[in-house]
């Protein structure tokens, strides 16, 4: 079983649409989370932290069941630039960071 | 902003040759890593490193070699490249342990023929 994984997709949307994508991680000691983005063809960049009681920035929102040890991310009204591979990342007590294999997200007018 | 820079985009190279990937980043950070990505896969970690001449395994560090002499140098070696090391490779910098952010260079696609 992966450390992490998550849905290849893609998810395919029109532009508007809100869209989630979830993420399970193996490792119960798991400490921290975070979702990147990358673009075609172009380096991982952080999109944002994940906090335990759930965190927002603009349209997307992070969420953390430690319980059943997922992560999502959602994205309300989706815009065509958002388009990208979403990436799960999970931190153990070292600074090792686990990388999913991403989401890839399609947005459509 | 955090400049991470690679030095070659694109690389092809033959079966057996010495190759040297280089990382610099500006921005005085602690630690660099090097990981590979391939469809299906995605990020693995080959190596890395928190400090000069210090450096860790990852999970995938067979056929390769880093060095860091200097602080904001970080270099991964393949003493004697292979096919399976087609890929694309990805240095990253962190300011210092704990810090949870990775700041990525645009990464060097090699293939190796």
């Known amino acids: 079983r992966k450390e992490v994984e998550q849905d290849p997709g893609p998810f395919n949307v029109p532009e508007g649409a809100t869209v989630a994508f979830n993420c399970t991680y193996s490792n119960s000691a798991s400490q921290s989370f975070f979702w990147y983005r990358q673009d075609c063809r172009k380096e991982p960049k952080l999109l944002m932290s994940?906090?335990?009681s759930g965190n927002e920035d603009g349209r997307f929102t992070a969420q953390l069941n430690r319980a059943s040890q997922y992560i999502s991310l959602l994205i309300r009204d989706s815009k065509l630039s958002d388009s990208a591979t979403y990436l799960c990342v999970v931190k153990y007590n070292t600074d090792k960071l686990i990388f999913g294999t991403g989401t890839r997200l399609q947005v459509f007018p | 902003d955090v400049k991470v820079t690679q030095s070659s985009r694109y690389l092809v190279k033959r079966t057996g040759e010495k190759v040297f990937l280089e990382c610099v980043q500006d921005?005085?950070?602690?630690?660099m890593f090097w990981y590979r990505q391939d469809p299906g896969l995605g990020l693995r970690l080959i190596y890395f490193?928190?400090?000069?001449?210090?450096?860790e395994k990852g999970d995938i560090p067979e056929g390769y070699s880093v060095s860091r002499e200097k602080k904001e140098r970080f270099s991964l070696i393949l003493e004697s490249a292979s096919t399976n090391q087609t890929s694309m490779y990805l240095c990253a910098s962190q300011r210092f342990s704990g810090a949870g952010e990775l700041f990525f260079g645009e990464g060097s696609r090699l293939t190796v023929l």
């Open positions: 490193s928190y400090d000069v001449k210090m450096k």
């Open positions: 921005m005085d950070h602690e630690n």
């Open positions: 994940v906090y335990s």
